[in-house]
């Protein structure tokens, strides 16, 4: 059983020291990686991903329950313990939803049984997310932006069944975050946000910062900021309505404006 | 003498996985030589030479199969690199040949292939897959998880004992374990031999009849109904 990764820190593209020295995740974690666009991001989940063993160019290691993950997370793939989802990540296949989710159920469990139970419980969780429902018939292929990304955190997150989930900005793609962050929350895993939501930033346990190619600081969500944090969500709840009368063709008033500040 | 010999269709990463490879190498002091066989173009040994500095040469193929050529010039690298004074060959192929493979009895056989390929991939290869020492995986950040998995337990069901490496090749993450499998493998040596058998090749198209039709030829012939699987020997 999985129930931490620790992440001993390497260096900056200057080869400066990270802000801390190691950074330990527990299970049950909820964790934001936020920083300006080249700071380093992505490459921290790809350490993270490919457990990095000093010889990438951050120099970081990572490991898991406090040692160097076992050699059979790479000699049998079916055992690795991390999904990942990153803003390139799509779907390539055009077969029809239900057939794709069973052909992936199937190498992950043993009876049909279980392949009818897990496709309905990842159709239903992907549908709390998009506000289009995703019908098995419908054809990978031409799920929309919203609909592929709910699909893939639903198989990551229950058929896959990882316990680590590793998500690169997917807010990008009209998906309910609250509604997600709620779900996730209710499976003991650690999921890891890279994201420039305040939402899901305020929402997570703690948010790493990344400067430079390093880990900055890593700064936990306070009091104050979760008490924000309703604040947060109601303006991006606006901002999300103001958006879906744009996509439908509707006019704004200053009206609008009003009603949301009297919220 | 080190040698690893890397399949795989085009644009899948040869190159770059390769590139990391010899940074890796040199860093622990060995001294490697890179070869390119390609049909018609290649710039891999010029772009590596600029980077490393290391004795690099392409072969081109032509008309003949950029496999064979592998086994007619191989002799001849291997001894090259020697006098290069280098104690690690890494050959890159055109690897695009569906029904043969480029691996020998020494050495260490590579496979790579995309993630992005489509699920199906693993199930088309043949021999490049099932006859290499290991299978690495590139461009697993592209594809959905579902995807990535059944791709990897595709390579498992038609190569149940080649070994799976997924990769990053643009960022170098994991490429030492590869390392490790080319220093693990048998050195190259006399009398090394082709791992499989090359697919039946002598029908009259070979030689050059172009007509249309199996009628108008002769020896290996085959319609459209007939269902033979042909296979070597």
């Given at each position: 059983m999985i129930e931490t990764i620790t992440i001993v820190s390497g260096h900056g593209k200057d080869g400066t020291p990270e802000a801390v020295d190691q950074l330990e995740l527990r299970m049950g974690d909820v964790v934001s990686i936020v920083g300006p666009t080249g700071s380093g991001k992505t490459t921290l989940i790809n350490d993270i991903e490919l457990f990095a063993?000093?010889?990438t160019p951050t120099g970081r290691r990572v490991l898991i329950n406090g040692a160097a993950p076992p050699d059979e997370y790479r000699e049998n793939p079916?055992?690795?313990p991390i999904a990942l989802i990153t803003q390139h990540t799509t779907f390539l296949s055009d077969l029809p939803v239900g057939e794709f989710l069973a052909t992936h159920a199937r190498i992950r469990s043993k009876t049909e049984r279980d392949v009818e139970a897990l496709l309905e419980e990842t159709l239903e969780f992907a549908n709390q997310l998009t506000g289009e429902p995703i019908q098995t018939e419908m054809r990978m292929t031409e799920l929309s932006g919203g609909q592929t990304r709910a699909l893939l955190i639903a198989d990551a997150t229950i058929i896959c069944d990882t316990p680590i989930v590793l998500l690169d900005e997917v807010e990008n793609a009209g998906i309910h975050r609250t509604r997600a962050l709620e779900l996730l929350r209710r499976r003991r895993k650690i999921f890891i946000f890279v994201t420039h939501d305040p939402r899901i930033a305020l929402l997570s346990d703690y948010r790493i910062v990344m400067r430079g190619g390093k880990i900055a600081d890593v700064l936990y969500t306070d009091a104050a900021e979760r008490a924000y944090a309703h604040e947060v969500s109601k303006l991006d709840d606006a901002l999300c309505i103001l958006r879906d009368k744009i996509r439908h063709g509707e006019r704004l008033t200053g009206h609008l404006l009003e009603v949301f500040a009297c919220n | 003498m080190q040698l690893a010999i890397c399949a795989g269709?085009?644009?899948?990463g040869k190159t770059s996985v390769l590139r990391h490879m010899i940074k890796k190498l040199l860093a622990q002091g060995y001294r490697p030589a890179f070869l390119k066989i390609d049909v018609q173009y290649a710039e891999e040994d010029i772009q590596l030479f600029k980077e490393f500095g290391i004795p690099t040469r392409k072969v081109y193929s032509g008309e003949l199969c950029p496999d064979h050529c592998n086994v007619m010039v191989l002799g001849d690298a291997l001894e090259w690199a020697r006098e290069c004074g280098c104690d690690v060959l890494l050959v890159e192929t055109a690897?695009?040949?569906?029904?043969?493979?480029?691996?020998?009895?020494g050495g260490l056989g590579m496979v790579v292939l995309e993630a992005?390929?489509?699920?199906n991939l693993p199930l088309k290869v043949g021999p490049m897959l099932s006859l290499a020492d290991v299978a690495v995986v590139t461009k697993?950040?592209?594809?959905s998880q579902a995807e990535r998995e059944v791709f990897r337990a595709r390579i498992q069901d038609v190569a149940p004992s080649v070994r799976i490496r997924e990769v990053n090749a643009l960022y170098g993450i994991g490429i030492d374990p590869l390392v490790r499998l080319l220093e693990e493998a048998p050195a190259a040596h006399a009398g090394m031999e082709l791992r499989g058998n090359p697919p039946v090749g002598t029908c009259t198209i070979c030689v050059g009849k172009k007509n249309i039709g199996w009628r108008e030829h002769f020896g290996v012939v085959r319609s459209l109904e007939t269902d033979i699987f042909y296979q070597g020997e």
């Open positions: 063993d000093g010889t079916a055992n690795h | 269709p085009a644009t899948t690897g695009l040949c569906l029904r043969c493979s480029p691996y020998v009895t992005t390929s489509g699920m697993i950040d592209r594809v």
